[in-house]
């Protein structure tokens, strides 16, 4: 299995992705395959060199460039996201709190639909806030992720939480933050320390993604959308999931 290194990801998510997005590990993990290829396809259209033919051998030369670098930038991408690599790097490696497998988890994934929709076309199946707002062409790929990692920087810290409600004490914390037998889930460790149960984990990653902002905010925080077209968009995804009653993966 290759190795990726992670500055060279970030710069292939630059080429692929606009410069002004914020991006880091979060934004990686969230990446998923048509994604990926979305933004790919966008970006060597206003890079091959053929859309130019009639321009200076110069001008021909750095679209050559610019189009070999898209297209280098896709291929580490699309290599990358594949689950297995995706299973050994994450950005709960960085993290001390138990990250909990949520709708915008890896697992469930983005625009992992089977064959290939347009971003103004709904794909027929349940659909979160953010993959919604992404189909109707609201907000770029780019975007949503940095919504996901914004909403899930909101979460208190699951340790945290244990000891307000006395479950843990500030001792048992940092002991749980010392093992390394699972490493980056919190709430494993605990378990596996015996100062938690499954049952107190799971009660705690519940009210965690409770006390999160919910992920329409960060546009309205941002000046992208009101708090009124938020509310309308979704009413209009309750409408679409009704439409396709499913559990989410």
């Known amino acids: 299995m290759p190795v990726f290194a992670e500055t060279e990801l970030i710069e ?22 048509s994604g990926i290829k979305s933004a790919y396809r966008k970006k060597a259209k206003e890079t091959h060199p053929d859309c130019c033919v009639t321009a200076e051998p110069e001008e021909h030369e750095r679209r050559n460039e610019l189009f070999r670098g898209v297209s280098q930038a896709y291929k580490l991408l699309d290599s990358f996201s594949s689950d297995n690599h995706k299973k050994l790097w994450s950005p709960a490696d960085l993290r001390t709190d138990y990250q909990a497998s949520s709708s915008y988890s890896a697992g469930q994934g983005y625009g992992d639909a089977q064959q ?30 940095e919504a996901l990692v914004w909403q899930r920087r909101q979460r208190p810290i699951i340790g945290n939480i244990a000891e307000t409600w006395g479950w843990l004490k500030n001792a048992d914390v940092q002991a749980i933050n010392r093992h390394h037998g699972r490493r980056g889930r919190f709430g494993a460790r605990a378990v596996d320390l015996g100062y ?15 006390s999160q902002k919910l992920f329409g905010q960060y546009f309205v ?21 009704a439409r396709y009653r499913q559990s989410p993966i």
């Open 221 to 241: 925080e941002q000046g992208r959308l009101t708090s009124a077209e938020v509310e309308a968009y979704i009413r209009s995804q309750r409408q679409h999931n």
């Open 116 to 145: 290939e929709q347009s971003q103004f076309s709904l794909p027929k199946r349940h659909l979160e806030a953010g993959l919604y707002l992404y189909y109707r062409g609201v907000i770029s790929y780019a975007e949503m992720i």
């Open 12 to 33: 292939a998510c630059r080429v692929l992705f606009s410069s002004d997005v914020q991006i880091n590990r979060d934004f990686l993990y969230y990446l998923q395959p």
């Open 196 to 210: 938690l149960t499954p049952f107190q984990v799971q009660v705690l990653l519940r009210h965690q993604r409770q």
